[in-house]
């Protein structure tokens, strides 16, 4: 570990309960937030709500750097349909008229899509959802230029 950090815990514990400080903190999934907690300086990081229209936050797991969030996704039906189907012909409705068997030779899979949307939770890492809110933002800066129009 760290000197600087050995150096601190020792300040902040004594000596003596270094070694074991150490040995909890590495065993931890997030040694760095372990060591800021210890030593009195862990703030939490402020995680938006949304990350665009789409993914709205559940909850956050700091220790995993983790992110559970609801996001609105298009149902869809999996069938088998021939290779070389015209798939913009393919609809809800008519479907059933495309479909083969799975084991045919000459299928292929494809996801119809609905029309129907449905909720589902999710999970993806904290650095991931941040991006997803950076990105959601540029999309609505409005620069002066476009004002003046």
Same mark, same amino acid.
């Given at each position: 570990?760290n000197k600087?950090?050995?150096?601190?815990?020792?300040?902040?514990?004594?000596?003596?309960? &270094?070694? *074991?400080?150490?040995?909890?903190? &590495?065993?931890?999934?997030? #040694?760095?937030?372990?060591?800021?907690?210890?030593?009195?300086?862990?703030?939490?990081?402020?995680? #938006?709500?949304?990350?665009?229209?789409?993914?709205?936050?559940?909850?956050?797991?700091?220790?995993?750097?983790?992110?559970?969030?609801?996001?609105?996704?298009?149902?869809?039906?999996?069938?088998?349909?021939?290779?070389?189907?015209?798939?913009?012909?393919?609809?809800?409705?008519?479907?059933?008229?495309? &479909?083969?068997?799975?084991? *045919?030779? *000459?299928?292929?899979?494809?996801?119809?899509?609905?029309g129907k949307?449905?909720?589902?939770?999710?999970?993806?890492?904290?650095? !991931?959802?941040?991006?997803?809110? *950076?990105?959601?933002?540029?999309?609505?800066?409005? !620069?002066?230029?476009?004002?003046a129009v």
């Amino acid at each position: 570990m760290n000197k600087i950090i050995e150096v601190a815990l020792t300040g902040k514990f004594g000596a003596e309960a &270094v070694k *074991d400080l150490i040995e909890v903190i &590495v065993a931890t999934p997030n #040694p760095e937030m372990a060591t800021e907690i210890l030593l009195g300086i862990y703030e939490e990081p402020i995680v #938006p709500e949304m990350a665009n229209a789409n993914k709205t936050l559940v909850s956050t797991n700091h220790w995993t750097r983790t992110v559970t969030y609801y996001m609105e996704v298009e149902v869809t039906k999996h069938i088998y349909i021939h290779r070389g189907a015209d798939r913009s012909l393919i609809n809800i409705d008519n479907y059933e008229e495309f &479909v083969l068997p799975y084991a *045919d030779n *000459d299928s292929v899979g494809y996801s119809l899509p609905t029309g129907k949307m449905q909720t589902v939770e999710k999970e993806t890492d904290l650095t !991931t959802w941040l991006e997803w809110y *950076d990105m959601s933002l540029k999309q609505h800066i409005v !620069t002066a230029k476009e004002l003046a129009v």
